[in-house]
């Protein structure tokens, strides 16, 4: 077994097991997001009505929706099956007729060159191993002059990226590597996207929130041993996430820090 597929099982694994979790999370925490990506992508388009969209790393459909609302069609692909079920379900009680989910990993889509006018992945690139193959793959389906949008959890000016990564990954073992601004620009170039808008964001949440969407609940060993690591750094923010108590609840709160970069393929 490669690395790639046994990490594609983990992947699977981890977002089988907290479907239900996650999306309850998304749906309250990203939905404002997920609106403000489809209309950056979708910004100074004149005719977005028989545009293609697809969503990759879709999960429960949250940034597919919105986009729906803006273009011809979008496809929603992703590798974990109970993600595709719990997004079609979504679909059929909005009662959305320009919708389709599919399963399919990011790393061979299954797509023409040139197939789509919009691609968007949410808060998926730092699940994968290598993400210049997915960025190159969803750069692939894009017609000349159309758009990436990548909205992810970004390094900025982290003291000890190591130190973040790490305790990213003991929370959710399906986490690789985020990757700072230069990369991910880094990536675009390669691809041959040119970046159209980049807008980095701060969120503040609320650590028991956080692991209850990775499946996580108080005393739980992954709980215990995340939040010593997040506790241990809180005097020098070794790991950049600003942790803190809130000063009216008492509860852990840390920031995370998202990055939007929407991109042109330029040929
Ligand atoms: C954190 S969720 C994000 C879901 C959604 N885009 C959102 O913003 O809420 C990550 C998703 O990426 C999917 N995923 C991870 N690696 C993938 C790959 N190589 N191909 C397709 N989907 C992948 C997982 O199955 C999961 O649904």
Redesign the pocket.
Known sequence: MTSETKH?DT??E??TATVDK?NAF?GTK?GAE?DHLAECVTAGLLDTSALLAV?????????TFPLAARVGRVIG????PA?IESARGKAARKGLQNVEFIL????SLPFNDGAAGIVS????VH??LEPAK?VSEMARILNPGGRLAI?DLVLIDSPNPAANNAIERVRDP?HTTKQTGAQFRALYAAAGLRVLTEEVSERRYDFDEWMQSAGSAPGDPCYVKTRRMMEDTIPDDAAGFHPSYSATTGALEFVSTILLLVGEKTK
Do not use: E, K, Y
């Not at 969503?55 to 940034?63: E, H, I, M, R, Y």
């Not at 399919?104 to 790393?107: L, T, V």
């Not at 992945?121 to 998926?124: D, I, P, Q, R, T």
């Open positions: 594609a992947v699977r981890r977002f996650f998304a990203r997920a969503d990759v790393a879709c999960g429960p459909g949250t940034l692909i992703d590798i974990t993600m399919g990993d990011a790393r992945c949410g808060f998926s699940h994968m997915a909205m399906s």
